[in-house]
């Protein structure tokens, strides 16, 4: 007679689990088991059921086989916001909230005067409405506008927006196509990556239009950077998200094209990841 295993606990299951990251491990098990992160680790002892390792099972699976947690469970979260996601949308990723961390700090105080005119902030290629949410939940004195090529992409970012009660603009367009004013702060976190980069095989699950650009990765950033003067304010801010190899790249389009305090910042694994530029005050209105 075969010996019978001992039942899986949540500590026996995360050790076997091999070389699966330990924080998509332990939110799949906060999913399963309906519990907290706080729970997980002042229960390791406690046994999963045959429907929960089932549940498991088939998460593990599509996650080796590069599948997103986020499409698994239909959850993201992002900047403490729980955000509905699907495979319609990229999936938001912790080093973007650096580019939502830099727009809070260009963006001015809220006027004092009520005759002054309100404060506005674009989010270029919203996708699920991560960064404009985002910036909602921060300054609730600014009118926040979002655009995004795609209706199924706004789709989701309008369930996030009511869900969350963030109220945001949204808009479709191809970029600035069917943008037709100026804003204080242009955020965007375009596709960037370069249609030969080798790590795209561990891509395959996601958009590839929100992955994917021409000319190395460069060509949307190029492009709002280049028609991205017309839709600012004088001493407006353009901030960008791009690939860890093209700060100095962006820098350069970015001075090129005439903005001024241009600056990089890196991100959570020291890598050059939003890059900035300040419109001058002649360049605009």
Same mark, same amino acid.
């Given at each position: 007679m075969a010996e019978q295993q001992p039942p899986l606990t949540i500590a026996s299951w995360l050790r076997q689990q091999g070389s699966l990251a330990r924080p998509e491990l332990e939110v799949a098990l906060c999913h399963a088991l309906d519990c907290s992160r706080a729970h997980l680790l002042s229960h390791p002892e406690q046994q999963l059921t045959c429907a929960e390792l089932k549940q498991l099972s088939h998460w593990t699976h599509q996650l080796r086989n590069h599948i997103p947690l986020a499409y698994l469970t239909g959850e993201q979260e992002f900047w403490g916001l729980s955000l509905s996601i699907d495979v319609r949308v990229l999936v938001p990723r912790p080093d973007t909230e650096i580019l939502v961390e830099c727009a809070l700090e260009c963006l001015p105080d809220a006027p004092a005067s009520t005759q002054a005119r309100a404060l506005q902030a674009l989010d270029l290629g919203t996708g699920s409405g991560a960064i404009a949410l985002a910036i909602a939940q921060e300054r609730r004195d600014v009118d926040i506008h979002a655009c995004d090529i795609s209706a199924e992409c706004l789709a989701v970012a309008e369930v /996030? @927006? !009511?869900? +969350? =009660? +963030?109220?945001? @603009?949204? !808009? +479709?367009s191809d970029w600035f196509e069917r943008i037709d004013q100026r804003f204080h702060v242009i955020v965007a976190n375009p596709p960037y990556i370069d249609s030969a980069d080798p790590h795209l095989s561990q891509l395959q699950a996601e958009p590839r239009a929100a992955l994917v650009a021409q /000319?190395? =990765?460069l060509a949307d950033l190029q492009a709002i950077i280049e028609r991205a003067p017309a839709h600012l304010h004088r001493d407006g801010w353009l901030l960008l998200e791009h690939g860890y190899d093209q700060g100095m790249a962006t820098r350069e389009l970015l001075t090129n094209r005439g903005f001024e305090q241009v600056g990089t910042r890196r991100d959570l694994g020291g890598n050059e990841r939003v890059s900035w530029g300040q419109l001058p005050v002649h360049e605009a209105d």
């Open positions: /996030n @927006s !009511r869900a +969350l =009660g +963030l109220p945001i @603009s949204l !808009r +479709l /000319n190395h =990765g």
